[in-house]
């Protein structure tokens, strides 16, 4: 018997197998991206290239590995909770500049979502795919979430937000280097807006000040996005 017809005829074991593999696999590329600090060693760009080849080698499909772990899906949204504590921490910053901040937010919230729908229309993406694009620049929790409510598909999306992630901290590098941010409020929105958690682990790299104004403002375009995308997937054409 093979081990893909083991897992296939117990699905408990199935469950248990697949969810171990993802948490040993992201520890190893969170090991590697340590003793390697860039960005394409990023865990969010590692750990799935591996679970890729590893369901691929396995002649397993993604339904197999999304039932045995949609129990760490589901984990996202209280993990989110911890982004909190940054955000007390430098409560006073915060309080200080609340007014740019919101402000802020809410322009790169339209921003990111309209791109998203213009590049999408531009190259004829339309129906499903492009309502799961629409969210894609905020935090999984409430990307998934949005895409559900307007008639995307949450796993799409999932694989939307990772990849806007990823390149998002990338690029957010290199405008760091290039462009004459020199406050820790406009450093960690840079990160926050553009990259959400992926950014918000880059921007505490950067200054424990600059991953809680990245925490609050990944924060506060996820929930802008939630009232806001179910609106434009209306008008938009």
Do not use: K
Not at 68 to 92: K, Q, Y
Not at 102 to 110: D, K, Q, R, S, Y
């Amino acid at each position: 018997m093979t081990a893909a017809s083991f897992l296939d005829q117990s699905p408990w074991l199935a469950g248990l197998f697949w969810s171990a593999a993802t948490i040993a696999l992201y520890g190893a590329a969170r090991w590697l991206h340590r003793r390697r600090p860039r960005w394409w060693t990023s865990p969010l760009s590692i750990a799935p290239l591996l679970l890729i080849a590893l369901v691929l080698a396995l002649h397993e499909n993604y339904s197999d590995y999304i039932r045995g772990t949609h129990w760490l899906m589901t984990m996202l949204g209280p993990v989110t909770v911890a982004f909190a504590v940054p955000i007390f921490e430098h409560r006073a910053l915060i309080r200080r500049y609340w007014p740019v901040l919101l402000a802020g937010v809410a322009a790169g919230n339209c921003i990111a979502m309209l791109s998203a729908w213009g590049f999408a229309s531009l190259f004829g993406v339309t129906g499903t795919m492009r309502l799961s694009l629409l969210p894609r620049s905020v935090s999984t929790p409430f990307a998934l979430a949005v895409s559900d409510d307007i008639g995307g598909a949450p796993d799409l999306t999932a694989v939307f937000v990772v990849l806007t992630g990823v390149f998002g901290a990338a690029l957010g590098e290199l405008l760091l280097a290039c462009l004459p941010l020199r406050t820790s409020l406009a450093r960690g929105a840079l990160f926050g807006m553009g990259a959400h958690g992926s950014g918000v682990a880059q921007a505490r790299r950067v200054g424990s000040e600059e991953g809680a104004v990245a925490s609050l403002v990944m924060i506060l375009a996820g929930l802008g996005s939630v009232l806001t995308a179910p609106f434009l997937a209306m008008v938009l054409p």
